[in-house]
Every structure is written in C-alpha cells, then in structure tokens.
C-alpha cells in the first residue's frame, strides 16, 4: 500500500510539475514488466522454458528494460 501510495505521488508531482518525467517514465515503464517477469517464473515452474511463450516472454521483457 505504502509503495503504490508514494508512486501516485510521484507520479502527481511530476504531472504537475513538469520535473524529472523522463525518470518518472521509465519507473512506470519497468512496473510494466512485473506480470512479463511473473509469467517467465510460471513459464520456468511448469517446465516450458524451451517453448516459443518463454521466448517470446524473454523478448518483451528484454526490450521494455532496453
């Protein structure tokens, strides 16, 4: 709760004030890997890292971090 709360307040700041958005962007841009990185770990558990999902998976997460 803590984390989401003072991430909306960051991103309120930058909204209003214009300061440090490129930053702010690439912060929300690595929160959007979170179910890409969660998908890889279920992917790896049920035995299908040679499948074309895994490395598709590893392609989207590679270019949101690039």
């Known amino acids: 709760v803590i984390h989401h709360s003072l991430s909306g307040i960051g ?3 930058t909204v209003f004030t214009g300061e440090a ?3 702010a962007y ?3 841009i690595s929160e959007l ?4 990185i969660n ?6 558990t049920a ?3 040679r499948s ?3 490395l598709i998976n590893g392609v989207v997460i590679f ?3 690039v």
């Open 11 to 13: 991103v309120a700041y």
């Open 63 to 65: 270019f949101a971090w």
């Open 33 to 36: 890997t979170t179910p890409e």
């Open 26 to 28: 690439m912060v929300l």
């Open 52 to 54: 074309s999902a895994y």
């Open 47 to 49: 035995g299908m890292k």
């Open 21 to 23: 958005q490129f930053y």
């Open 39 to 44: 998908m890889r770990w279920y992917l790896d």
